[in-house]
């Protein structure tokens, strides 16, 4: 049996998940780590670095060489769809990155997820994730409103993205790519998301099976 070690919440676990979910990849177990739990990936691969990929005795990380591994495992009839320039929206959400992460890392420890389930995982998580955003995360959440209007601006300008509806309902590497970071967002109570971007998360999350947290929000 092969595993997948992860951490519930990340967002490059989750293009791992989609993969390997809508591939149909047999044998897999699927591990959460405690995000504080620095022995499991050392002795794995060296470092602290989610998500992992034991196959055949050999563990590799990176998530898209995962990604790529899984696709060949996979047995699903259904194929992932090339990968198409024009829904590429990650050079345009990388301007918003810091204010998404103020949204995000001061909620996600209040959702219980399995990932921090435990006192010393989430202050190890607060602690780091801190120090990358140059604020206390009190601080991040008392300027919900002008990070929240921030991405809201372009969420409401990115390109429309193909529905997998309007494909045969099936995913495309471009949906591999680009549900993680907004399906993180999913969890910021009132955050504006367009109607047609909603639908495409919906559509997404069931053929991926990885959820949403519309019904979880902070």
């Not at 470092?47 to 990380?61: D, L, R, W, Y």
């Not at 780091?128 to 990070?147: D, V």
């Not at 509806?165 to 549900?179: A, I, P, R, Y």
């Amino acid at each position: 049996m092969s595993r997948l070690y992860i951490y519930d919440h990340c967002p490059f676990c989750i293009r791992t998940l989609l993969v390997a979910h809508y591939r149909q990849v047999a044998d897999l177990e699927q591990i959460v780590l405690l995000n504080d739990d620095e022995d499991s990936c050392q002795q794995l691969i060296g470092k602290k670095m989610v998500p992992i990929f034991e196959h055949q005795g050999i563990a590799i990380s990176e998530s898209m060489d995962i990604a790529k591994l899984l696709d060949e495992l996979g047995e699903g009839a259904k194929a992932l769809r090339p990968l198409q320039l024009n829904e590429a929206i990650q050079p345009l959400l990388q301007p918003i990155q810091l204010h998404c992460q103020a949204l995000s890392y001061p909620r996600v420890i209040h959702m219980g997820l399995r990932t921090f389930a435990t006192e010393s995982a989430r202050a190890y998580y607060q602690r780091n994730k801190e120090a990358i955003l140059g604020m206390s995360f009190a601080e991040a959440l008392a300027g919900t409103a002008e990070h929240q209007a921030k991405v809201e601006q372009v969420l409401a300008d990115l390109p429309p993205l193909s529905l997998p509806s309007e494909q045969g309902n099936t995913l495309s590497w471009n949906d591999v790519m680009n549900f993680p970071p907004l399906q993180y967002l999913t969890l910021v109570k009132g955050l504006a998301f367009p109607e047609r971007l909603k639908q495409w998360l919906h559509e997404v999350s069931e053929l991926g099976g990885v959820e949403l947290y519309f019904d979880r929000e902070i």
